[in-house]
């Protein structure tokens, strides 16, 4: 089986072929970062757009790139949900487009499943139940899995999501976008126990998360209580400190409701994904603190943020059991 996978949920225009293994024999990635980078966050207009000026260029190159022409392939897939609705919109329609001018089945993909799925592109065959954590930049949500569609929401955030949280502390200190990888590459330096700042656990057996207190910490931290300076107050920790500050503080969290999960649902592998999960220093630091009692999997490092590869694998597996959708796909916001 061959699968041309789209993805436009948000700011990466991605398309790959994959093929039964599952095997990536393509996989082309047009970051948007640059046209985004002056607004410091993904401006939804500017996405649909570029989405729509970028994506034909992207599946020629994946279909270039795999050696193969449309007569090769088995089916079309796209991410049909959740996401930016007008971003989401340029893939659905390209993907229907293909499928009925080509003669193939068309598949719609959960984006959060894909992110998911993308620990198995690092060929390790996962056996069920296990504990699946997405850690992206529009989502923090733990589930149980039990099988092939079989799923169980656990808990989730109820306010930003982790990888919005690293975005928002890389603003406040003005270090750039996208936060993420500044903010893991800034907290090397510095000393994870040096700024003091809080631990969102909800109620005891809480499986929800919060963000919003620990960002509004840092901005104190950092202008001051209140946030009474226009920019860094002149007692503000450094940077590399209030970076490695921050990390320690949501990987506890972080660290803590997998532990909690695990408990309550009797699992002890955890799969993780979603751009958060690029971070190198979260990694260690969850295996740290869960210690040898946790499986944690990780997908391959450039399968963690937006890819198409991680929808085509997801792909496969729904072709195989039939799930299959006809050209009445929706794009849908939510999820
Ligand atoms: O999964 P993704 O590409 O898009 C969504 O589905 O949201 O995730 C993007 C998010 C951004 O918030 C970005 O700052 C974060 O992943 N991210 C990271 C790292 N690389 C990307 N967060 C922490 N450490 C990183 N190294
Ligand atoms: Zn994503």
Redesign the pocket.
Known sequence: MKILAIET??D?TAAAVVTSGPEVLSDIVYSQIKEHEPYGGVVPEIASRSHLEQLTCVIEDALKKAELTPADLDAVAVAHRP?LIGALLVGVTTAKALAWAWNLPLIGVH??EA?LEAAFLAGEEIEHPYLGVV?????TDMHRVDGEGETRWLGGTRDD????A??KV?AVMGLGY????I??KTALEGDPTAVKLPRTLLGEDSLDFSFSGIKTAVLYKWRGMNAVHKDKAPDAPSPEDLCASFQAAVFDVLAEKIRRASRQEDLHTVVL????T???T?RQGLADRLGPDYKLVFPPPRF???NAAMIGARALRQLARGDVADLELMAQAQP
């Open positions: 949920t948000c990466e996401g984006h959060l992110h850690i992206s930049g529009g989502h999501a982790l990888g919005e690293f975005d890389a996208p936060g993420g990888p903010v893991e994904g979603g751009g958060v690029a971070n190198k979260l963690t943020t937006d």
